[in-house]
T-cell receptor, first 116, second 113 residues
Framework: GAVVSQHPSRVICKSGTSVKIECRSL??????MFWYRQFPKQSLMLMAT?????????EQGVEKDKFLINHASLTLSTLTVTSAHPEDSSFYIC????????????FGPGTRLTVL | EDQVTQSPEALRLQEGESSSLNCSYT??????LFWYRQDPGKGPEFLFT???AGEEKEKERLKATLTKKESFLHITAPKPEDSATYLC??????????????FGKGTTLSVSS
């Protein structure tokens, strides 16, 4: 399967600041990456679909101006949480798809964001 | 509305005590059903993809099966290292490729020696 990395693994920031999270596909080129958010004891919830070279597609209820996604290359997508607040504290995970058809997704190790 | 429900929420087993985890789903056209394992503080690790009713897949002590309404993850003679949260997810047929997964809340398995 695909190898996906995320950076940083943990970040603590003050309320009102912005945080950038990187997602890298290490061993193949990913035209599509996904960003998920997971709250404690909850399921993974899709935030947005990141397409290389075009605008991301956001799920209903996710503010595109707050969660900025850039997929500038086939191996890198970034998620920037702007003006973060304590309620944005969560576990953010990216994934990449391999091939066509039923798309098996391979996930990164996740980024734990804590907003004070 | 597409939906995935996993049961039980938590399961405690003794080492060697086999059991099954359930994933019930409602989806408008199943494209694929996926099982993942997630350890605390880590991203999900891919286990299986099932495409159609009647399909089965195995990996070591794990076996996944699929019907038109649910999937089971059978764990045979589990070991403590099998302790983790097991996630089920479905992907529906939509008008575009690269569609996202809909996840259940998971079953947290604890295996004691």
């Amino acid at each position: 399967g695909a190898v996906v990395s995320q950076h940083p693994s943990r970040v603590i920031c003050k309320s009102g600041t912005s945080v950038k999270i990187e997602c890298r596909s290490l061993d193949f080129q990913a035209t599509t990456m996904f960003w998920y958010r997971q709250f404690p004891k909850q399921s993974l919830m899709l935030m947005a679909t990141s397409n290389e070279g075009s605008k991301a597609t956001y799920e209903q209820g996710v503010e595109k101006d707050k969660f900025l996604i850039n997929h500038a290359s086939l191996t890198l997508s970034t998620l920037t949480v702007t003006s973060a607040h304590p309620e944005d504290s969560s576990f953010y995970i990216c994934s990449v798809t391999v091939g066509l058809g039923p798309d098996t997704q391979y996930f990164g190790p996740g980024t734990r964001l804590t907003v004070l | 509305e597409d939906q995935v429900t996993q049961s039980p929420e938590a399961l405690r087993l003794q080492e060697g005590e086999s059991s099954s985890l359930n994933c019930s789903y409602t989806v408008s056209g199943l494209r694929g059903l996926f099982w993942y394992r997630q350890d605390p503080g880590k991203g999900p690790e891919f286990l299986f993809t099932l495409y159609s009713a009647g399909e089965e897949k195995e990996k070591e002590r794990l076996k996944a099966t699929l019907t038109k309404k649910e999937s089971f993850l059978h764990i045979t003679a589990p070991k403590p290292e099998d302790s983790a949260t097991y996630l089920c997810a479905v992907q529906a047929w939509l008008n575009q490729a690269g569609t996202a997964l809909i996840f259940g809340k998971g079953t947290t398995l604890s295996v004691s020696s």
